[in-house]
């Protein structure tokens, strides 16, 4: 009974590990997807669920990235670390709020992460476009896993 | 009896506890910060030692590729099946475009034999020593992950394969990168238009020599051109051979335009729907001297 309770606990990291893994292999044109796709599974367990997301997950999740997108190890571990505790002092006002805030509040944080990346990393213009399809899929991924949500906190 | 019944809305789902809880619960906020804290400086040490950053780095690139490849593997194969049942569909067109294609090659080896014997003439007479052969080793692409900033492709060959650091990876079109880094069962290909990307090239027409960089785009630019005024929109690029990695004379593009000072390249080899690449790799001393002696016993 303990391992199906780890399982279900363990569901937010793989949910963001699939979309990393998926998400890297899509683009129109020269348009990607990441990373702002995989942002959206991290923003959402952020703000509704953090207690199965911890920290140190969040460490390995961004050196998996790194190492599978030839970029600087640790970089995305620090930003998506940073995106954790700023979400634990965001979230008490967020979740009150309508689905148009929440969509909202992603679109900024989405926003400065894919700069600061950019920025460090040396990108180009076309990193950004990853943040406006994040932005645009925002409400479907976030339905998708609102239904993995809801299920998993019938068991845990 | 009721056909319909009334819609009852869930209450709201109650908060369960935790059934499996620990000591350290009531502490969860201050131990996070500690373990970023310590993730943190921890990460940034190991930084500064490449004696553990690079082993690391490279244990993260096998593990990282090779769950890739696990996770890719049914979309591969759905897609291997899909595409064998198209080429079943179109199987009588497919035939008949491959016997022309088949004979417009034979023409072209007829064309192409008596120049290859003019030329080792040439090379005989003018005592001019024959470059050394290259081999081919075929692989095929794993994924081709894109953020947008780096272009490259994960290969399902490594260094169990015989695969080393910068070895030229072709296609029948042209040159499409160099291996740049090498794993056990695995290897990363970093594609010409990435910004890491510099291969020394020459014009065909005014045999003027530079360096091709990535931009980070469809179109790499030539850099350190020797004479910019000679270079002309359409001309042929190849490899110039310089730096030992890519043999000389390979296919790398055309100079699509000229624009600002800069000269940018359309590449000739197509990265969208690529399955498989050759590596190439020249022929060691050995072996050339195996094969010659076989020869001559035959």
């Known amino acids: 009974m303990k391992f199906l309770f780890l399982t279900l606990r363990g569901l937010p990291v793989f949910s963001i590990i699939c979309f990393i893994m998926g998400g890297s292999c899509l683009h129109i044109g020269q348009a990607p997807f990441l990373p702002a796709f995989y942002l959206i599974p991290t923003y959402y367990w952020i703000i509704f669920r953090p207690q199965d997301l911890p920290l140190w997950s969040l460490f390995f999740v961004g050196l998996l990235y790194d190492s599978l997108m030839k970029g600087e190890l640790l970089l995305s571990s620090i930003l998506l670390m940073l995106s954790w505790v700023f979400g634990q002092h965001i979230r008490p006002f967020l979740i009150p709020h309508s689905f148009f805030f929440i969509w909202g509040a992603f679109a900024i944080y989405s926003l400065v992460y894919t700069s600061l990346y950019a920025l460090f990393v040396g990108g180009t213009p076309l990193v950004m476009l990853s943040w406006i399809y994040g932005v645009l899929l925002y409400p479907f991924i976030t339905w998708l896993l609102s239904s993995l949500h809801l299920r998993v906190r019938l068991y845990v | ?298």
């Open chain 2, 1 to 298: 009896m009721s056909v319909f019944r009334r819609y009852k809305p869930p209450g709201p789902l109650k908060r369960k506890a935790n059934p499996y809880p620990t000591r350290t619960y009531p502490f969860r906020q201050k131990i996070s910060i500690l373990v970023f804290a310590f993730f943190l400086l921890g990460g940034a040490a190991l930084r500064f030692y490449p004696s553990l950053y690079n082993p690391l780095s490279s244990f993260l690139f096998e593990g990282t590729a090779s769950f890739q490849r696990i996770f890719i593997y049914p979309f591969q194969q759905a897609h291997t099946f899909l595409k064998d049942s198209y080429t079943f569909i179109n199987l009588k067109n497919e035939h008949a475009a491959l016997v022309q294609e088949n004979k417009d090659l034979k023409w072209k080896l007829q064309v192409l034999h008596p120049l290859q014997h003019e030329n080792n003439v040439l090379r005989q007479q003018l005592n001019v020593s024959t470059p050394r052969p290259y081999m081919h080793r075929v692989a095929r692409i794993v994924s081709s992950p894109y953020d947008g900033i780096h272009y490259f492709f994960l290969i399902a060959a490594g260094s169990d394969q015989g695969l080393t650091k910068d070895q030229a990876v072709v296609d029948p079109d042209g040159v499409l990168g160099r291996i740049e880094k090498v794993g056990h069962h695995v290897a990363r290909v970093l594609l010409l238009n990435d910004v890491n990307s510099r291969v020394p090239v020459m014009t065909e027409g005014s045999h003027q020599k530079a360096i091709l960089a990535g931009e980070g785009n469809f179109f790499p630019t030539l850099v350190y051109v020797t004479d910019i005024q000679k270079i002309k929109p359409g001309e042929k690029v190849v490899t110039s051979g310089v730096g030992g990695i890519f043999p000389p004379g390979l296919p790398v593009g055309y100079i699509n335009d000229i624009t600002g000072g800069k000269i940018h390249v359309r590449l000739l080899a197509s990265y969208k729907n690529l399955e498989w690449v050759h590596i190439l790799h020249p022929q060691s001393a050995s072996f050339l001297q195996e094969v010659q002696t076989n020869l001559e016993e035959q």
